[in-house]
């Protein structure tokens, strides 16, 4: 129903955003991430995801696509509502929650206030699941010569690639977001940098 809203911040409080968009001023839940990137006063654009349900009209905004994304893919996940989505990406930037999903790293989801080390087990293993089933078999046995990349590199990108497919994009966009970039010996956090910088600026 929304794509997103733009206006003039004009409350902030903890977990939530008013944008005053024509002198109606939409609440939108979001996230400490969204938060800290908004100032009263100040216009934004917040994508939006509307939960709908009974006795339910909640609207929940973010300050990029990528953590939108992300927000619906945990909520794709059994057991996770938007209350521990929230959470999850209120504790490290979009970048290293995905990149901590396609790892297996559930310490890092533990810390969101309310998710336990099942549900985070939970996470890390229904959204690598499903995003295997996306990605075509052998989809990293022949990297584009394009990118500049060393044997021992190999995992880094295939983690990479998969953590943007998190974010909302699709394989063949994040190989194609790696052309020309130099990630010798680069961590996979730091190609889903570059990735996302050069992804931006598009």
Do not use: H, W
């Not at 929304?2 to 008013?18: I, S, W």
Request: glycine residues 8%.
């Amino acid at each position: 129903m929304f794509y997103y809203v733009e206006g003039t911040v004009a409350v902030m409080q903890p977990g939530l955003a008013v944008i005053d968009c024509a002198g109606v001023g939409y609440a939108c839940n979001t996230s400490q991430t969204t938060c800290a990137a908004l100032t009263v006063g100040k216009k934004a654009r917040l994508y939006t995801y509307l939960n709908v349900g009974e006795s339910i009209f909640d609207l929940y905004g973010f300050a990029d696509q990528e953590e939108l994304n992300c927000f619906k893919l945990l909520l794709s996940v059994s057991g996770v509502g938007p209350k521990a989505a929230l959470a999850i990406l209120s504790t490290a930037p979009t970048s290293q929650v995905a990149l901590s999903i396609i790892t297996g790293d559930a310490k890092l989801l533990t810390r969101a206030p309310g998710v336990g080390k099942k549900i985070a087990q939970r996470i890390c293993l229904e959204l690598k699941d499903k995003l295997a089933k996306e990605q075509d078999k052998g989809a990293f046995a022949s990297i584009p010569a394009v990118v500049p990349v060393m044997a021992d590199s190999t995992a880094a990108v295939s983690e990479a690639v998969s953590a943007l497919m998190v974010l909302g994009y699709s394989q063949s966009e994040a190989m194609n977001a790696m052309d020309g970039l130099a990630i010798d010996n680069a961590t996979a956090e730091e190609i889903i940098r570059a990735c996302l910088k050069k992804l931006a600026a598009q």
